[in-house]
């Protein structure tokens, strides 16, 4: 690895030129060790999860503060020579000011890539109703476009998140991030080659990010050839994490023994791989 680590303009024209074709995977690391061992696999970019970050504190997802979550980015971006895609949840306003005010702070740490989601976490109106889902769009785009810099505006439709999973609803307010000045496009929660399929074609040439761990049981081959453009996985690999932890911390005390030590990492290439990670 070179001495010399990338700027931030670098890695924020190096994100947007990985949306330009193909397909490319962009996992979740949740804190600095699990960003650093991704770039040293040979990931092209990372993005933060909300949820990760949220258990590696000890609370819930989306109950982290906008502070926390800011460091968080900072810490991300430093840690790591890649972009850093922000899961950035509603952006931490329901009004399109807020939004924007949030979005410039966000800005600051370095991301080169932002996702604002269009729910609302009221179980009573689970989505902002789409005029108003647009302003907040509008409001990020604004944002980023008054601080010239080179940040990927990422429109989520939460439809099928919230237990709304109507299609065409779906690719209405996708179409509509769209015109408001999303650069990328991200309905969570699709599973079925038809449904990804017919989303991509919808809003292309817009490019679409599909969520892995509701699409599974498609390769990466797969989702490239029905139009995806990039592959996130939220929560997932934090969740496989939490679940090797969970088993052996759970068969200690169930059972006295210690299980899955062969299946662990040794220490010594632990050790090798964060001693020749970025500083």
């Not at 504190?57 to 906008?66: E, K, M, P, V, Y």
């Not at 005010?101 to 976490?121: F, H, K, P, W, Y």
């Not at 169930?254 to 001693?275: H, I, S, T, W, Y």
Request: negative net charge.
């Amino acid at each position: 690895m070179s001495s010399e680590r990338p700027s931030v303009a670098v890695k924020r024209r190096s994100f947007g030129r990985l949306h330009e074709s193909g397909c490319f995977v962009l996992p979740n690391p949740w804190d600095i060790g699990s960003a650093r061992f991704l770039q040293q696999l040979g990931f092209k970019a990372l993005a933060s999860t909300s949820a990760g970050f949220a258990w590696s504190q000890g609370a819930a997802d989306r109950t982290i503060s906008l502070g926390s979550v800011l460091a968080h980015l900072q810490a991300l971006v430093d840690a790591t020579d890649l972009p850093v895609n922000a899961d950035f949840q509603d952006g931490f306003a329901a009004e399109p000011a807020g939004v924007a005010e949030n979005v410039r702070a966000a800005l600051a740490t370095g991301i080169a890539g932002l996702s604002i989601e269009d729910a609302t976490g009221d179980p009573a109106q689970p989505l902002y109703p789409l005029p108003s889902a647009i302003e907040r769009i509008r409001a990020a785009r604004g944002a980023i476009d008054a601080s010239g810099v080179e940040v990927m505006l990422v429109g989520r439709a939460e439809c099928f998140v919230v237990g709304r999973p109507d299609l065409e609803e779906t690719i209405a307010r996708l179409r509509a991030y769209a015109e408001a000045g999303a650069d990328c496009l991200y309905a969570p929660g699709l599973r079925t080659s038809d449904q990804i399929a017919q989303v991509a074609r919808a809003v292309a040439p817009t490019p679409l990010n599909v969520l892995w761990s509701t699409a599974s049981e498609l390769t990466v081959d797969e989702l490239a050839a029905l139009g995806v453009r990039r592959i996130s996985l939220g929560g997932a690999m934090a969740r496989v994490a939490w679940g090797a932890f969970a088993r052996t911390a759970r068969t200690i005390m169930e059972q006295g023994c210690l299980p899955g030590l062969a299946q662990a990492m040794p220490m010594p290439e632990l050790d090798r791989l964060f001693g020749a990670a970025p500083r």
